[in-house]
């Protein structure tokens, strides 16, 4: 069974930083289409940033968010500086169903991941 195991949410004050950590087993985070996806309560699950190759990020979050992979480890970064309080939400990582071809792809839907974390609470006090 493939997993991914979220951590490192926290509650921060506006203007803060958090580093999320998504740790895969049983296969490299290098050899998928990567994502991680939030959730903030009674809104839809919405992309964050998606890795096919290159990270493309929200705009909401571009500048201020940087994703990263250590291949070694296999784990999926998700380093958020500057936060505002509405980056509030359940954040989780997600894999592909494929493997990653080398092309760059744009699958921003949440039905386009077959495997995802439990999840990690960010809150961003005002």
């Known amino acids: 069974q493939v997993q991914l195991v979220e951590s490192g949410g926290g509650s921060v004050q506006a203007g803060g930083s958090l580093r999320l950590t998504c740790t895969a087993s049983?296969?490299?985070?290098?050899?998928?289409?990567m994502a991680w996806f939030r959730q903030a309560p009674g809104k839809e699950r919405e992309w964050v940033v998606v890795?096919?190759?290159?990270?493309m990020y929200a705009e909401s979050v571009e500048g201020r968010f940087t994703a990263s992979t250590d291949d070694a480890e296999n784990i999926w970064y998700l380093e958020m500086n500057s936060l505002q309080p509405e980056a509030t939400a359940m954040y989780y990582c997600?894999?592909?169903?494929?493997?990653?071809?080398?092309?760059?792809?744009?699958?921003?839907?949440?039905?386009?991941?077959?495997?995802w974390g439990q999840g990690t609470q960010v809150t961003v006090s005002s």
């Open positions: 049983k296969y490299h985070v290098a050899s998928y289409g």
């Open positions: 890795k096919y190759g290159r990270p």
């Open positions: 997600a894999k592909s169903p494929a493997r990653w071809d080398g092309q760059s792809h744009c699958r921003l839907r949440s039905d386009e991941y077959d495997d």
